[in-house]
């Protein structure tokens, strides 16, 4: 892991996001999310059903500017994604047929854990996920892609008052010109794609304006998210790729926001 990266002592994180992809498992039925919690009761006592995940492998060259044809598919079962969460709500675990991914959130104003907890988590849950799947007579799968999510919440009070104050918030963005007809700005929704080099990847950054559900507080949601395929399937190579995408995200969180708000969330190099 590298430690010459950006660091914040009072970062606004608030999610992270860690996660595979792969082909679907064949042999993976409803019963084994029954399964698969009595292994993981003991930290994740919670259970919930949701929808599953669309698929969201990365494509590049001209391929990305090809619109998917809908389809229409009849399936005997219907396709789901579990959570199996802690009682606070802090660590997540999602599980699909084709996904496998570990969440932090904040709860109770804990701080960030820093990566260098959240990556050996879930490797951990990952060797535990691939054990009980060769228990239960299931291939392990071939990831076919990584993904890296951080979530930011920048409240309003707090880091901002009016979106006259993105200048002061993103490094890209320049103080409006004199409009003669007009407003000011009532909300914004910004997205930027970045080339990760040699065809590692893609660095998503979306900010966008949102009410908070856990308290109605106003925010400018800031998320960073990189996806790539790793060298491998093996877990080091996996952990590899993460480490190259933690430093996308990382690097390119300090990029894109300003030197006002490194002041504000402490940064230390």
Known sequence: MRTDLPDFAAPPLIETVFGVEFPPLKAWDIRHYGLLWQDVRDEYPVFQVQSPLRSTIERFGVDVFQQTEPRVELVSVPDLRCWFTNHSGSKLLQVQKDRFIRNWRQADSDPYPRYETLRP????????????????????????????????????????????DLPEILSCWSP??????????????????????????????????????????????????????????????????????????????????????????????
Not at 180 to 202: C, H, Q, V, W
């Open 176 to 269: 409006a010109p004199s409009f003669t007809f007009l407003p000011s700005l009532e909300t914004a929704l910004i997205r930027a794609n970045y080339l990760m080099p040699d065809g590692k990847g893609r660095l998503s950054i979306v900010l966008q304006h949102a009410l908070r559900g856990s308290d109605a507080k106003e925010v400018l949601q800031l998320m960073l998210t990189a996806r790539g395929k790793p060298g491998g399937t093996s877990p080091a190579e996996m952990l590899a790729w993460f480490d190259l995408g933690r430093e996308w995200v990382v690097r390119g969180f300090a990029d894109i926001t300003s030197k006002r708000m490194h002041d504000h969330w402490e940064r230390k190099q």
């Open 121 to 164: 988590a879930f490797e951990v849950e990952w060797r535990r996920f691939c054990e009980f799947l060769a228990r239960n007579s299931i291939e392990i799968p071939e990831v076919v892609q990584c993904e890296v999510t951080y979530i930011n919440h920048l409240e309003r009070g707090r880091e901002w008052s009016s979106f006259d």
